[in-house]
């Protein structure tokens, strides 16, 4: 299927590496101008000369924090006018409430709520003045079945799901849709970090710990990154023009709700 967005300019944030590298590398198949972001030239260097190995088409770079007002607007002045803005950013470490700090809330909703919206509201005019965009943010499975030790990510990426709810509502009318993506256990670096939790814990290897982190989902087995990032492209696509305020889960078939 031809997802009809070859040409388009999509800025994928904090996409040196995980699902939103997987993003950027589906966007990047599909013909699409990406535009790499996250804090480290280097690493960034590496993801955008693997995209061009896989797709033929080297990305841009924005080296720059999404956490700060410098960060973001070094984002819009490099990638003014974009198609697509796909919001990403790394998530919270997991504990209990008694665990975080004031300090730790604030920096997780700079991080997970503030960061995204800002970018929403620096794009939003102009996409609806041009009648095409996309933004999808990508969320957690959290937002809708929170686990215990996933309190503090669950809370502010929830907030930044309400606030898109309502946002879209007027931008769809433009043709401009916002979703969401929650993912639920895919191999990546994020993944390897709560299994290295998981190892502590209960005193077993990496290994074993990733297994039964997989023996959680419903499928069985991890997620992978090519999955998640060909779900971003359809949504950014000309044929998701009629599917907006969504929460799209990948899990593995895990969630146990029916809405």
């Given at each position: 299927m031809d997802l009809g967005i070859a040409g388009k300019k999509a800025v994928v944030c904090a996409s040196s590496r995980g699902l939103g590298l997987a993003c950027a590398t589906s966007l990047s198949h599909e013909g699409c101008i990406v535009y790499l972001n996250g804090r480290n030239q280097d690493v960034l260097e590496a993801a955008a000369a693997a995209i061009e190995v896989e797709t033929g088409r080297r990305p841009q770079l924005i080296v720059a924090d999404l956490d700060t007002e410098e960060g973001r607007a070094r984002i819009v002045a490099a990638c003014p006018e974009p198609d697509i803005l796909v919001n990403n950013n790394a998530g919270p470490a997991p504990g209990r409430i008694a665990d975080w700090s004031r300090e730790d809330w604030l920096a997780g909703v700079e991080s997970n709520m503030l960061a995204p919206i800002?970018?929403?509201?620096?794009?939003?005019?102009?996409?609806?003045?041009?009648?095409?965009?996309?933004?999808?943010?990508?969320?957690?499975?959290?937002?809708?079945?929170?686990?215990?030790?996933?309190?503090?990510?669950?809370?502010?990426?929830?907030?930044?799901?309400?606030?898109?709810?309502?946002?879209?509502?007027?931008?769809?009318?433009?043709?401009?849709?916002?979703?969401?993506?929650?993912?639920?256990?895919?191999?990546?670096?994020?993944?390897?970090?709560?299994?290295?939790?998981?190892?502590?814990?209960?005193?077993?290897?990496?290994?074993?710990?990733?297994?039964?982190i997989a023996n959680t989902i419903a499928a069985k087995r991890l997620g992978r990154p090519r999955e998640f990032g060909d779900a971003c492209a359809y949504l950014c696509s000309e044929q998701a023009s009629y599917l907006s305020g969504q929460n799209l889960q990948l899990d593995g078939g895990s969630y146990a709700g029916l809405v």
């Open positions: 800002f970018l929403i509201k620096a794009y939003l005019p102009g996409m609806r003045a041009r009648k095409f965009g996309r933004i999808v943010n990508i969320t957690s499975a959290m937002v809708k079945s929170p686990s215990v030790n996933m309190g503090l990510s669950a809370a502010v990426r929830a907030a930044l799901t309400a606030l898109c709810k309502s946002v879209q509502r007027e931008s769809v009318i433009d043709n401009v849709t916002i979703n969401n993506l929650l993912p639920e256990r895919f191999d990546t670096d994020r993944q390897r970090y709560m299994a290295e939790k998981v190892a502590q814990r209960e005193s077993c290897s990496i290994e074993e710990a990733k297994v039964r």
